[in-house]
């Protein structure tokens, strides 16, 4: 047989085997690592004799028997043993096609092609990220744009080192890449013959999957320092730490502005949204985003953290399930097997989880799985309050052992923030994972026992500091760790936690949820307290939370109720401190039934408890409460004298929560004397400060109130904005406003009326709707203009 016979009978084999398998060309070319111009050429007989290496990883491709591979391999033309050592098959060629185009990533692709072809002279750049993020899929875009550009006379070489078990064979792993060949009886090292060969190309070597080989990393670093037109694009989920090394973290995709409100033009302008449209599509044609599935969709990409595999993942399903039924499954489709040409490590995400989890250390596992506990991120001090939970782990060593999930993309740094320390967190798929490994463990409930006990000890520390001068440093610090109190009271409240931590947690944080609108969220978490047992101190302390939470609510009835039980039990353990509260709690709901002589005694004794338990605090905000009942029930001056001995002692504090109400409550005595023009900027005032504290109940009130003073003075369309801002203030949080400062509705009424009569009903409907749609940041700069019909 000649040898184009025998080529011919190799590449008729091949062709059959491949038909037989139901590929095309493209995706032989794409599972083995090929060009799809190499796999025709092979087929036709135009390619000569391919290299072993190559033979391999079409069988490799095809999943052939023993017997097909052996018969292959034997359908190969024999070498001339006198044929050159070195062979240069065009390196491009070992560039694989992927068979869908790339979504979403032209910044990245931007950035990397000019650390590659720029002036920055780039001799290894590393791509790191989590598993299934996309790194292969950029590195591949970015080899081929360098091509594009020209810059590589000498091409490209892709070098697929996933496979790989030891460290020994990435070097003859790159020359077979490279086309060199073992020839036999050849004894000259493989890596000086690589050196040879490389030392005057210039090309790019892309190494694929480098993390579990990383003892190879001195090999490579010699090679580039030997070959100085040779540059490595390398992808691995942890940096190399080799001198001369750049770094880019590839980030998962850009993720939709809202899963609320979110709009198809929205989501399909965001490249995660985009990715799980098209792969959608791809696999149910008659797939579209709708208003109906667009939240849905939205919602989707948010719970996979924008990760590439998972979306395309989740996005495979939608042959069998819609976007509602789809959000409700996710763990189970990220956990059943997807495309059969991907590679088994990432046929399901909890491969690609578990390819990671198996390249730790038992110490770093031990770690990842705990840090699983925390929502929403945290700090080191938190890692160490759950790293080390056994007699033999040091708190110490968290910091080497978080340093290292880091490096290996399974832990990230958060985006900084003014004035905070650093902070760490997990993708939503990562930390599910490990959660997983958590719970067979068999330490789950330590840990989180753990975790519950750190952020109440946080709590505990934020109560004083949230009614000093740093109470907005505080405040942010615990908004940063919302959703960790959210498990904690999640955790405590379950059938193996704890109701007396939840009892306590929700006392001490019952400052920060009145004044930042959770009140929903504290009512629902004081009614599951009550419902454990408690001792008789913490269910009076929890009764006081549920009624405070109640009247915000507006359900002044059960708020009544619950200060009186709380009053009953308190005065039984002798706790003066809840006495006072649910003294100045009734006394604020005998205010909305119009009982002010009442509400004025119940302040009155508040205050001498308050004062007695050394709370100067809360003895000023029941001083602004009491005056407000003597404005309601006709004693002006007294009011006034009242307000100005609270904002007397308010002031030395300098907590803008406090000295916002104070200023609030002498513009309301003002407004009772008909003094417009004073009342003006003690409310402009209090409404910068409430800026600052983040309340939009209380901000809601000021504004109502320079509604009055716009619409007396003229003021039509900027009062209409100004109330129907306040009333969107107040739909944002649920909630009707503070009674207690109604002191006079009839006047807000009076001058509401007014408004409506100057603009006529539609105008006046028209800029009410306007002030809705302001934003909390929009209200506040609204409220400190001056003069102004319509925000800028």
């Not at 000649?2 to 599972?31: D, K, V, Y």
């Not at 072809?117 to 989590?130: A, M």
């Not at 009892?503 to 949820?513: D, K």
């Not at 007695?612 to 000023?620: I, K, L, T, V």
């Amino acid at each position: 047989m000649s040898p184009e016979q025998e080529e011919s009978s190799f590449g008729r084999r091949l062709r059959r085997l491949r038909e037989a398998a139901g590929l095309t060309q493209e995706e032989l070319a794409f599972r083995a690592g090929l060009t799809p111009n190499a796999v025709s050429g092979l087929e036709r007989g135009k390619s000569r004799r391919p290299y072993p290496n190559t033979v391999r990883s079409l069988a490799d491709a095809l999943d052939l028997s023993e017997d097909e591979r052996a018969s292959l391999l034997a359908a190969v033309p024999k070498r001339d043993a006198t044929a050159s050592e070195i062979r240069s098959p065009v390196p491009g060629s070992t560039l694989p096609s992927p068979p869908t185009p790339l979504l979403g990533r032209e910044r990245e692709l931007a950035e990397i092609s000019e650390l590659l072809l720029g002036e920055s002279e780039v001799r290894l750049l590393t791509l790191t990220g989590i598993g299934g993020v996309g790194k292969t899929r950029l590195a591949m875009a970015a080899a081929r744009a360098s091509l594009a550009e020209g810059h590589l006379p000498d091409g490209v070489a892709f070098v697929a080192l996933a496979p790989l078990k030891d460290p020994a064979l990435v070097v003859p792993t790159i020359a077979r890449s490279l086309g060199l060949r073992d020839t036999e009886g050849q004894t000259t090292d493989v890596t000086l013959r690589l050196r040879a060969y490389l030392q005057k190309k210039q090309m790019l070597l892309v190494m694929d999957n480098f993390e579990h080989l990383l003892e190879a990393t001195p090999d490579v670093v010699h090679l580039i320092e030997a070959c100085p037109n040779v540059v490595v694009l390398a992808t691995s989920r942890a940096p190399l730490r080799v001198r001369g090394e750049h770094e880019y973290p590839v980030p998962p995709l850009a993720l939709p502005a809202s899963t609320q409100s979110a709009t198809k033009e929205e989501v399909l302008g965001t490249p995660s949204g985009r990715l799980f449209v098209e792969r959608a599509r791809a696999a149910s044609p008659s797939f579209t985003l709708t208003s109906e599935n667009v939240a849905d969709v939205a919602a989707i990409c948010w719970r996979l953290a924008g990760l590439p595999l998972a979306l395309e993942l989740a996005a495979a399903k939608v042959r069998l399930l819609d976007p509602a039924a789809l959000l409700l499954r996710l763990d189970q489709a990220l956990s059943t097997a997807w495309a059969r040409d991907l590679p088994e490590r990432h046929r399901t995400m909890r491969a690609t989880l578990d390819w990671s989890y198996e390249l730790l250390s038992e110490p770093e596992r031990r770690l990842f799985r705990r840090l699983a506990v925390f929502a929403g991120g945290f700090t080191l001090e938190a890692a160490e309050a759950v790293g080390a939970i056994e007699d033999s782990e040091e708190p110490e060593e968290v910091l080497g052992l978080l340093g290292a999930l880091v490096e290996q993309s399974l832990v990230g740094k958060q985006p900084p923030r003014a004035g905070a320390e650093v902070r760490y967190g997990m993708l939503e798929p990562v930390r599910q994972y490990a959660l997983e490994k958590l719970e067979e463990s068999g330490q789950a409930e330590a840990v989180r026992r753990l975790h519950a006990a750190f952020f109440l000890n946080l709590a505990e520390e934020a109560q004083p500091e949230l009614r000093g001068p740093d109470q907005l440093e505080w405040a942010k610090r615990l908004d940063w760790e919302n959703d960790n109190f959210r498990a904690a009271f999640s955790w405590a409240l379950g059938s193996t936690g704890d109701a007396r931590s939840a009892a306590q947690l929700g006392w001490t944080l019952q400052g920060y949820l009145w004044t930042h609108g959770y009140h929903r969220e504290g009512r629902q978490w004081a009614e599951a307290t009550l419902e454990h047992d408690l001792s008789d101190a913490l269910r009076a302390r929890t009764l006081h939370l549920a009624a405070m939470t109640a009247y915000i609510q507006g359900d002044y009835p059960v708020a009544g109720e619950l200060w009186g039980e709380a009053l009953h039990l308190s005065r039984r353990t002798k706790d003066v401190l809840v006495q006072a509260y649910s003294r100045a709690g009734t006394g604020v709901v005998e205010m909305t039934r119009s009982e002010h002589g009442a509400a004025v005694s119940s302040l009155e004794e508040a205050i001498a408890l308050f004062e007695g338990c050394d709370d100067g605090y809360m003895a000023a905000v029941s001083r602004g409460w009491l005056g407000l009942a003597l404005l309601a029930q006709g004693e002006g001056e007294r009011a006034r004298r009242t307000f100005e001995e609270a904002l007397e002692w308010a002031r030395p504090t300098k907590n803008p929560a406090l000295i916002q109400t104070t200023f609030y409550n002498l513009a309301q005595s003002a407004l009772a004397r008909h003094d417009y023009a004073g009342a003006d900027p003690m409310l402009k005032e209090a409404a910068g400060l409430s800026r600052q504290v983040g309340d939009r109940i209380s901000l809601a009130q000021y504004l109502e109130a320079l509604a009055v003073l716009a619409s007396s003075q003229g003021e039509a369309e900027r009062a209409a904005l100004l109330l129907g801002a306040a009333e969107g203030l107040l739909q944002e949080v649920g909630a009707p406003g503070y009674n207690f400062y109604d002191t006079n509705p009839s006047v807000r009424e009076h001058f509401a009326v007014e408004a409506r009569t100057v603009l006529g009903d539609e105008a006046f409907e028209e800029a009410q709707e306007r002030g809705r749609e302001m934003d909390f940041e929009q209200a506040v700069e609204y409220a400190l203009a001056h003069g102004k019909a319509s925000p800028e």
